[in-house]
Each structure stands twice: as structure tokens, then as C-alpha cells.
């Protein structure tokens, strides 16, 4: 009984220790990249958001930069909140960093992880380049580097661990009863993604399960679909106590992305099927799930975007 225990206990610090890892890889991803652009993200947003088209290719590319469509809501609330954007340009912003954020899955859905070493060494580089010539930016580039050494650090651990389920038919036959009714994925999505506050976390967590063969897609997907409504936690906390354009902003991005969800469940099937078709891959069609839900939601809710815009006027007011 004791050999038992003293197994499930490792079992339980690998895993545990896989998911912290692989979470301070984001952090640190997400915060160095964000140290090293500085002040420019936001003069970003305030110059490229002229129009529409322009404030969602601006949020990909913030989004793109700091590696979480989180903080890019985050910026985007504060600069509503300041009234130097406003809610229809910020609204873009929004679409925008929902797609971007998908760049990040994209990456952890290919064996990047065999090349760890390389990313290691550039890191280092950047390093002793910033040594030499001391630019702050590329201390923050260096360390942003070494947090993606770090992430897919994490990401082993866990394949490593979670490996011993392969044969697990207890494990088997609960994924294959998750995904008789797809709310189930949807609302472990929204759970778990509220709570550690990142959507890419938890579907990087997917991408592995995916790599192992241990979920299927439907249930991938629907978990992932979750994961676009509980990211959307952040931004309301930060517009509490903000502004009424600031709230409008928060509850903006949790309207486009259940609106988005919503519309999905009808065609799942037919989402799903096309999905299969873009890769043989389990990991590339979860990652591409993730992509294309997130273009497909922009591209409906752009026609009435105006509309849409006026039902959060309507539905935040003083």
C-alpha cells in the first residue's frame, strides 16, 4: 500500500511540477516581451487604430509581441479608461488579440521541443549581446527566449507523466463520456481557464494530451472553445472600479467571444469534420481549431459590428 502511495505522490509532484513550470514559461514569455517593447504597444494602439480593419491587424500584432490576448485586454481597457481610445476602436483591438493569441498554440502544436537546445543558446546570445552593448530591450528579448525554453520545459514533464494514462481504460472511457455533451468541455473550459487566468495554458495543456493521444478532438475542442470565455475573467476584473467606457470595453470581449461560442454549437459537427481536413496531425487540428474559431468570429460579428456595439452601450450603462 505504501509503494502505491509513494507512487501516486510522484505521479502528482511530476504533474504538478510540469503545469508550474510550464505556466512561469508563460509569465515569463509574457512579461519580458512586454518590458522589452515598452511604452510602444500603447502608441501602437493609440496611432494604428484608425479604422476597423486597421484595430484588429493591431491587436494580432500586440498580441502577437506580448504573447496573451490577457494583457493586451488589460492595455486596452486602461487606454478606454484614459479616453485615448474608444470603445469602437478598442472593440477591434479586442478581435484582433483573439487571433493573435492562437500564434502561441500554433507554435506548441509542433515538435519545437526537439530543438530546446537552440532556443536555449539563442537566449544566451541575446544575452551577451545585451552584456556588450547593454540595451535594455535585449535583456527582455533574452529572457522572453529563455521563458520558451522554460515552457516547453513544462510541457515535457507533463507528456512524461501524463504518458502512464495510455493504458488507463478508466481514463479512456471518461474522455470518450466528456464528449457526449459538448457544454461539459465548454464549462471545464471557462472553470479552469478562469482560474489560472490563461487560455493558452490550458490549451497548451490540450496540445499535449493531443500529442499522447489521450483526448480526442471534439473534446479538445470544445475545452478550447471554453477557454475563449474564461480568458475574458481578466478583463473584467480590471474594469471594476474603471470608467463606464472601460466596462463597456470588458464586457465587450465577453459578449463577442459567448456570441461566438453560441453561434458554433449549431455547426459543430461540420466545424469539426473541417477541421479534420486541414492536418493529420491531432495537435495541428487542435491548433488550428483554435485559429480558426477565433477568425470565424471575427469575420460574423464585423458586419454588425455596429450593432453589436450598441447592445454594450445598452447593456453597461451608468
Known amino acids: ?156 514533464l507533463m507528456a512524461l507523466t501524463l504518458s502512464n494514462f495510455k493504458q488507463a481504460e478508466w481514463f479512456v472511457v471518461l474522455l470518450t463520456r466528456s464528449t457526449v455533451v459538448p457544454m461539459g468541455g465548454i464549462l471545464l473550459g471557462i472553470i479552469i481557464t478562469a482560474l489560472i487566468q490563461s487560455s493558452s495554458a490550458l490549451t497548451g495543456v490540450v496540445v499535449v494530451l493531443a500529442k499522447l493521444d489521450l483526448i480526442n478532438l471534439t473534446l479538445a475542442i470544445t475545452i478550447s472553445l471554453g477557454s475563449n470565455i474564461g480568458t475574458c475573467i481578466t478583463a473584467v476584473l480590471a ?19 459567448v456570441v461566438g461560442v453560441i453561434t458554433i454549437l449549431p455547426i459543430l459537427p461540420i466545424f469539426i469534420e473541417v477541421i479534420k481536413q486541414t492536418s493529420r496531425s491531432l495537435p495541428r487540428q487542435v491548433a488550428n481549431a483554435h485559429t480558426i474559431f477565433n477568425i470565424y468570429n471575427t469575420v460574423i460579428i464585423l458586419p454588425v459590428k455596429g450593432l453589436f456595439i450598441r447592445g454594450i452601450y445598452n447593456l453597461v450603462e451608468d
Open 239 to 257: 474594469g471594476l472600479g474603471s470608467s463606464q467606457a472601460a466596462k463597456q470595453a470588458a464586457w465587450g470581449q465577453v459578449l463577442f467571444n
Open 1 to 156: 500500500m505504501k509503494g502505491v502511495f509513494k507512487l501516486v505522490a510522484i505521479f502528482i509532484i511530476q504533474l504538478l511540477g510540469g503545469l508550474v513550470l510550464f505556466w512561469l514559461g508563460m509569465q515569463v514569455v509574457k512579461s519580458s516581451f512586454y518590458q522589452a517593447a515598452g511604452d510602444n504597444l500603447e502608441r501602437i494602439m493609440r496611432i494604428l487604430t484608425i479604422n476597423t480593419l486597421a484595430s484588429i491587424m493591431t491587436g494580432i500584432l500586440v498580441t502577437m509581441i506580448i504573447q496573451s490576448s490577457s494583457a493586451t485586454s488589460v492595455i486596452i481597457i486602461s487606454l478606454v479608461n484614459a479616453k485615448l481610445l474608444s470603445l469602437e476602436q478598442a472593440f477591434g483591438v479586442i478581435m484582433g488579440a483573439n487571433i493573435g493569441t492562437t500564434i502561441t498554440i500554433q507554435l506548441l502544436s509542433f515538435h519545437l521541443e526537439d530543438y530546446l537546445w537552440v532556443l536555449v543558446v539563442v537566449g544566451l546570445l541575446f544575452y551577451v549581446v545585451y552584456f556588450l552593448i547593454e540595451k535594455e530591450a535585449l535583456k527582455y528579448i533574452a529572457r522572453g527566449i529563455l521563458g520558451f525554453s522554460i515552457l516547453f520545459i513544462g510541457l515535457e
